[in-house]
């Protein structure tokens, strides 16, 4: 229940945030970050090394293990859930986005899990696994 109600405010506040997710430092970056994928940058608002995903990543690739610090979900169709070790264990957060709803988290840091995560994936359904 309790992450439940983290989801309803992560729509909320990303909704939000997106009228200023697009800073200049991130642009060109964010480029590959094409429909359906999952992009995490190391540093906030999406700055630093960067990765886009379509898939899962059991192990995320030592400059982003425990380092990302940023999030951006576009035209996702599921849930990415993230976990605090690697091959998807430990479930401590998680993010959904829709077509019409691309979700930008520029700072990980107010959710309490900046530089925390060490692998995710996309769930195929629209709810998150219990921490
Ligand atoms: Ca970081």
Redesign the pocket.
């Known amino acids: 229940m309790k992450l439940r109600k983290v989801l309803a405010n992560v729509a909320v506040t990303a909704s939000f945030v997106s009228l200023a997710a697009v800073g200049a430092a991130g642009t060109a970056q964010a480029a590959g970050c094409t429909s359906g994928r999952l992009c995490v940058?190391?540093?906030?608002d999406m700055n630093?090394t960067y990765g886009a995903y379509a898939a899962g990543v059991p192990v995320l690739p030592a400059s982003l293990d425990?380092?990302?610090?940023?999030v951006k979900a576009w035209q996702n169709v599921s849930y990415w859930v993230f976990y605090a070790e690697q091959n998807y264990v430990r479930p401590v957060f998680c993010i959904g986005a829709s077509a019409s709803n691309p979700i930008y988290l520029h700072d990980?840091a107010p959710w309490g899990h900046?530089?925390q995560f060490r692998s995710m994936r996309p769930m195929s359904v629209a709810t998150c696994p219990a921490p």
Do not use: E, P, Q
Request: charged content about 30%; proline content about 0%.
């Open positions: 940058w190391s540093d906030s630093g425990r380092k990302i610090s940023s990980l900046n530089d």
